[in-house]
């Protein structure tokens, strides 16, 4: 197992010293590759994605397909650009010279993706990796071993396979290739797996971008739009895979005034998306593997959580389904209420005032995404200036990651860096520093035997005093021969 | 009262949870008690320095105390700037919607110094954490412990102490603070340290910059300003508080035909700068202590290199000072070729062509920074996309760290991360993505129950066809 990620690092490593990914024209050519395999197979992407999560097409081509083919279009228009140095302004100290960065980039790089949205995680990272011109290794998540696959047999037919490789596996195949040396270690997952990743990268002193998750509150304030709140909250749960997206709405704060009439709008909007009985829709994903339905069927056994239940709660083992299920005021000690539920459970919380949302938020973990739905103004002010999440999305739900001008990742528990768009090619780059300087411009102030004379002109250089860079250029103090 | 690190550190996070380190108004006069501590300060910065590294006054001021002031100053100067939310393109498909990116402190950071730059490296990084809004300990190093007690002792003076706070002590002390819970950790110092740091930062997830070091090559070609290129290598090297920087020129390559030319400007420049006994000049820091002296030594005498050396060699136990020392053509297996040098010994390797030296610096690790003496513009592109180095610098060395718009870091062995300027500021901040959006917009074709004629539309708002976009805001498809 070691050996082969061992031969793969090789391989790579020396595509990489050769050059070979560093053109813009294969850089170029291979995100077109993309483009072109993401147009000609979307039917097998569709269906190996209904394979591992029963994933609706709409939702595939939606979240996955589309996003997917958005990011490759986005990173080929911007590619010339970003490959570009950027000039910066010199100083003084340094008078004549020109000063520029120069993006480049870091080497051989790993995409450890994962199940959920087993298409467009691995994807859209690897381009990002491919854009900076990196070459990289993409391990897709086993638990969506229908997308693993298809992944290892079509990425060989449309891109460059000694530079771009697909390593399947679980578990060990993983840690054989976190022994490895990476430039840089792209990890989309739990924070669990995430420490084991950044203690593997430690000792080869790798940097890391970790897209975790959490728990996304959604605050639901009484001045809204009652209707198009429920909708939106609905399809940005349960719309997104039941529940299983990092950033889907995990629970909901409400005042105990408005609960009553959230949770009868819930109740329409739900029964209008999935009908009377939601286990036959087949708008709805699948729960992912029987472990996973056990975890969340386990969530709601306990007496005093199933006692809360105000909607759903059905689930069929067989098919792996659960329905929308809405809870309100369950005990804040339960497994439900103090982990990432990632399922089609949404639990309500109430409180007196709505801006007592804030601080009950501020208690956990910074999360992926947290949301709030609210005409009041100051609200929105407080919220943006008091919460701190990976992103925020107002009056909305999931939809700011379609959005390529905005960085997407977590902070604190949720994650470290960041990509989409520019921030991808940013992810895999390292912005290098180049000073360039002629022989002019020689200060001989600079230079020992030190005397005060040459200190005060240095500081004033410094300070960026055009007089002191004169005297400087002059050649003061005057040696004495 | 020395307080303990526990209650320190939940001081700090008591203080950021209240907001305390928020409002520009708090930042602007941590940032400006920084600076006249600089300024009122001089007197006794120099001497701890002094007593720490035998730091000469000119490089006192100019490297440590007057970067200090400029960070500051720069600070202040674009501090509203750096806050301010910035508004990116809306996607059309979002109509209506507005986008904002939002920079917010990370909470807690740790400042974790090194000895050779006591206090500039400990203030440069503690600025950007302020600047950001951060609630901030910092822990100098042990290695300079005048540096480290007069900081304890000051900035509690001039900065607001229940949210920036000096914790000092050795490797017991450093592994306490690394087990808490931080929120952005920034370590400059080794890479088997930095290794430490990172390992101790997974566990909670924590993010960590590391400002490491590496074998900083020197390129020298034959079409140069031969006296300034050796003036400006000199400089750089043991007017670096004598070679211990991690900048510092560690070792030159330059062609078999053109180094006994450069031995010779090296020589002459060597003697102007520090007369005929470089031990008994002002002008040179020493040697910060014994273990690092005994390593020097013991690098200068090994078998292999010992005979090597063209140059110096002078030595002082007692002082701990070693004078300018240049070796010629050591073996490439030689401890002194293997690791950081981080003193004043200045290997010169040498090649038939001077293209050769891209390959033997492609074959180690990846520098904090290289450089090259040309005037050859060519051989200046290849160099730049042939080698890869935190930061690099054409005709001079280490002053490219004094342009604030350059970002200031390492890759690879040299370390992740950058700072100064901006990148400061950056460092210790998260960049919240912010969308709004009123309730109007609604697009029918969005919800379940999915059906074709709505995949059909919102096909063709992806793809950015108008005519999708109207129908879908219009509520197409109707529903039953």
Request: charged share 20%; aromatic share 8%.
């Amino acid at each position: 197992m070691a050996a082969s990620a061992a031969a793969v690092m090789e391989e790579l490593r020396g595509s990489f010293r050769e050059g070979r990914t560093r053109p813009a024209e294969w850089r170029t050519a291979q995100l077109r590759a993309l483009v072109r395999m993401i147009e000609e197979k979307e039917d097998d992407i569709s269906d190996a994605l209904h394979a591992d999560l029963a994933k609706p097409r709409m939702e595939a081509y939606l979240h996955e397909i589309s996003l997917a083919k958005g990011a490759c279009m986005f990173a080929l228009k911007g590619l010339k650009n970003w490959m570009k140095p950027d000039k910066v302004p010199s100083a003084i100290t340094t008078f004549p010279s020109t000063a520029q960065i120069v993006p480049e980039p870091l080497g051989v790089v790993l995409v450890i993706s994962a199940w959920n949205y087993p298409f467009l995680l691995s994807i859209e990272p690897v381009i990002g990796a491919i854009a900076a011109g990196n070459a990289v290794v993409l391990k897709p998540s086993e638990i969506a071993p229908a997308t693993s696959s298809l992944f290892a047999k079509l990425l060989p037919e449309y891109v460059d396979s000694s530079c771009i490789k697909v390593v399947e596996g679980g578990v060990t195949e993983t840690g054989a290739l976190l022994g490895q040396r990476w430039d840089k270690i792209f990890y989309t997952g739990n924070g669990n797996v995430a420490r084991v990743v950044l203690a593997a990268a430690a000792k080869h002193l790798t940097p890391v971008a970790l897209e975790l998750g959490g728990k996304c509150p959604v605050i639901v304030d009484s001045n809204v739009d009652l209707h198009v709140a429920a909708k939106r909250i609905a399809v940005g749960k349960w719309g997104c895979n039941n529940g299983q997206a990092c950033i889907a709405p995990d629970y909901i704060i409400t005042t105990k005034a408005f609960v009553t009439e959230l949770v009868d709008s819930l109740k329409r909007v739900l029964e209008r998306f999935y009908g009377e009985d939601p286990l036959q829709s087949a708008d709805l994903s699948r729960i992912v593997s029987i472990s996973h339905f056990k975890r969340l069927t386990k969530l709601i056994e306990d007496k005093e959580v199933a006692t809360k239940i105000q909607l759903g709660g059905q689930t069929d083992q067989e098919q792996l389904k659960i329905a929308p299920t809405v809870l309100v005021d369950v005990p804040l000690d339960t497994e439900l209420m103090t982990g990432e539920i990632f399922g089609p459970m949404l639990p309500i919380i109430t409180v007196d005032k709505i801006e007592e949302s804030i601080a009950h938020i501020n208690a956990g973990a910074k999360p992926l995404a947290a949301y709030l739905f609210t005409k009041d103004k100051k609200l929105q002010q407080d919220f943006v200036s008091n919460v701190s999440a990976g992103g925020m999305l107002v009056n909305d739900v999931a939809l700011h990651l379609t959005n390529p001008h905005l960085p997407f990742g977590g902070v604190g528990d949720s994650g470290t860096g960041s990509y989409h768009g520019k921030f991808s090619f940013d992810c895999f780059t390292h912005r290098k520093a180049v000073l360039i300087r002629g022989f002019g411009g020689e200060a001989n102030a600079r230079y020992p035997p030190y005397t005060a004379e040459k200190q005060r002109i240095l500081r004033g250089l410094i300070k960026g005093s055009f007089f002191a860079l004169i005297l400087a250029l002059l050649g003061f103090p005057r040696e004495k021969r | 009262m020395v307080e303990s690190r526990a209650a320190a550190v939940q001081e700090l996070r008591a203080r950021f949870a209240a907001g305390q380190t928020r409002p520009a108004e708090w930042r602007a006069a941590q940032l400006r008690g920084v600076l006249r501590m600089a300024t009122e300060m001089e007197a006794e910065i120099c001497d701890a320095l002094h007593a720490d590294l035998g730091k000469p006054k000119t490089e006192a001021h100019v490297h440590e105390l007057s970067l200090i002031k400029s960070s500051c100053l720069f600070a202040l100067k674009n501090l509203k700037k750096w806050m301010k939310p910035q508004k990116v393109p809306a996607k059309l498909m979002n109509f209506p919607s507005t986008a904002r990116i939002t920079p917010e402190p990370l909470g807690l950071v740790l400042v974790i110094s090194a000895w050779n730059y006591p206090l500039l490296l400990s203030l440069d990084p503690v600025i950007g954490a302020i600047a950001a809004g951060n609630a901030v300990a910092l822990k100098p190093s042990e290695g300079a412990p005048a540096m480290s007690s007069l900081l304890a002792e000051l900035l509690p003076r001039f900065v607001d102490g229940t949210c920036i706070k000096v914790i000092e002590g050795g490797v017991k002390e450093t592994t306490a603070l690394l087990n808490q819970k931080w929120d952005k950790i920034f370590y400059t110092g080794n890479s088997r340290v930095g290794r430490v740091v990172m390992t101790a930062a997974a566990k909670h997830l924590t993010p960590a910059v590391l400002e490491l070091g590496g074998k900083c090559p020197v390129v020298v070609d034959s079409n140069v300003d031969l006296h300034i290129a050796a003036k400006r290598i000199a400089a750089g090297k043991w007017g670096c508080n004598n070679g211990q920087a991690c900048i510092a020129p560690d070792f030159i390559i330059t062609t078999q035909a053109f180094a006994p030319k450069l031995l010779e400007s090296l020589k002459k420049v060597l003697e102007k700068f520090y007369g005929k006994d470089p031990l008994l000049s002002a002008d040179l820091s020493r040697v910060v202590n014994a273990s690092h002296f005994g390593r020097l030594k013991g690098l200068m005498d090994e078998e292999m290199v010992s005979d090597k050396i063209v140059f110096g060699g002078q030595r002082d136990e007692q002082q701990l000072k070693i004078a300018p020392t240049i070796f010629l053509d050591v073996p490439l297996d030689s401890a002194i070729m293997k690791e950081e040098i981080f003193g004043p010994l200045l290997p010169i390797l040498t090649v038939d062509k001077i293209h050769e030296s891209f390959g033997l610096i492609n074959s180690m690790a990846k520098p904090l920074a290289a450089y090259l003496f040309t005037r050859d513009s060519e051989l200046q592109n290849q160099f730049e996309g042939a080698i890869s180095a935190g930061g690099m610098l054409f005709n001079d060395t280490s002053i490219h760290l004094t342009n604030p718009y350059l970002p200031f870091g390492g890759v690879g062995e040299s370390g992740t991360g950058a700072y100064h300027g901006k990148f400061s500021f950056d460092a210790f901040s998260h960049r919240k993505a912010v969308m709004n959006r009123g309730f109007a917009g609604e697009a029918r074709a969005r919800y379940p129950p999915y059906s074709a004629p709505k995949l059909k539309i919102l096909k063709g708002v992806l793809e950015g066809k108008l005519g999708d976009m109207i129908q879908a805001i219009l509520g197409f498809p109707r529903g039953k």
